[in-house]
C-alpha cells in the first residue's frame, strides 16, 4: 500500500447525482492532486492543493468542485455530471522540496455516470 | 501535443519471455524520469526513477534505460510472469523550480499469458 487510500473505490450515478470521492493520506505530505484517468490517455490533472490552498485548477468544469480541510485529507465533489466524465479518479500526495518530486497514488475511484 | 509517448500502446508476452517497452519525450529542461506500474483497479506504483546524468537503473527483472541527448527512454522486462501483467506509464518531472507539473505518458499495456 501506498499510504494512500480513497473511497469509495466504485461508484456509479445518474446525472442528477450529487456525490463526494475522498481521499486520505497517511505520509505526512503537505501536497494533493486530484488527476482523471480516462481508458488510453494520459493522466489529466485536474486540481493541486499546496498546503491546503488550491494552486490549481486545470480548467476544470464547475461541476467538479474540491475540498481540502486539512493536509490529511481531500473530496471532490460531483454534481450534475455528464457520461464522459466517467474514468478512474485518481489521488496522489507529494511531499514538497523533496529531491526527487515523487508523487504516490491512491487506488482510484472508478466512476461511471449513467 | 503529448509530451510524452509512449510504445507500444499494449503487446502480449508469453510467459518467461523478455520485452521492452519505449518512452520518447520532448520535456526540457527534465529532472527525472520515472517508469510506473499500475495494475487494474489500483493506482501507478513508482518501479525506477533515473536523473538526467543516469542511465541506467534495476529494480529485480525491470531495468529502465535513458538517453537524455535522444530523449529516449526504456523498460525491458526480463523472464516475465504473470503478475507483470499491468499498464506501464511513463513520466517526467520537470525541474523543481519549475511549475513541477509532471508529464505523463499514455501507458503501454502488458499482458503475460501463461
Known amino acids: 500500500e501506498t499510504g494512500v487510500t480513497q473511497t469509495p473505490r466504485h461508484l456509479v450515478m445518474g446525472m442528477t447525482n450529487k456525490k463526494s470521492l475522498k481521499c486520505e493520506q497517511h505520509l505526512g505530505h503537505n501536497a494533493m492532486y486530484w488527476y482523471k484517468q480516462s481508458a488510453k490517455k494520459p493522466l489529466e490533472l485536474m486540481f493541486v492543493y499546496n498546503f491546503k490552498e488550491q494552486t490549481e485548477n486545470n480548467s476544470v468544469p464547475s461541476r467538479f468542485s474540491p475540498e481540502c480541510p486539512n493536509s490529511s485529507h481531500l473530496f471532490l465533489h460531483l454534481h450534475t455530471l455528464q457520461p464522459e466524465d466517467s474514468a478512474l479518479y485518481l489521488c496522489?500526495?507529494?511531499?514538497?522540496?523533496?529531491?526527487?518530486?515523487?508523487?504516490?497514488f491512491g487506488p482510484g475511484t472508478r466512476l461511471t455516470v449513467l | 501535443k503529448n509530451q510524452v509517448e509512449q510504445s507500444p500502446q499494449s503487446l502480449i508476452i508469453l510467459e518467461g519471455k523478455n520485452c521492452t517497452l519505449q518512452c520518447n519525450y520532448t520535456v526540457s529542461p527534465f529532472s527525472n524520469l520515472r517508469w510506473y506500474k499500475q495494475d487494474t483497479g489500483r493506482g501507478p506504483v513508482s518501479l525506477t526513477i533515473m536523473t538526467f546524468s543516469e542511465n541506467t537503473k534495476s529494480n529485480g527483472r525491470y531495468t529502465a534505460t535513458l538517453d537524455a541527448d535522444t530523449k529516449q527512454s526504456s523498460l525491458h522486462i526480463t523472464a516475465s510472469q504473470l503478475s507483470d501483467s499491468a499498464s506501464y506509464i511513463c513520466v517526467v518531472s520537470p525541474p523543481l523550480w519549475t511549475d513541477y507539473k509532471l508529464s505523463f505518458g499514455a501507458g503501454t499495456t502488458v499482458t503475460v499469458r501463461a
Open positions: 496522489a500526495t507529494r511531499l514538497l522540496w523533496s529531491s526527487y518530486n515523487e508523487q504516490f
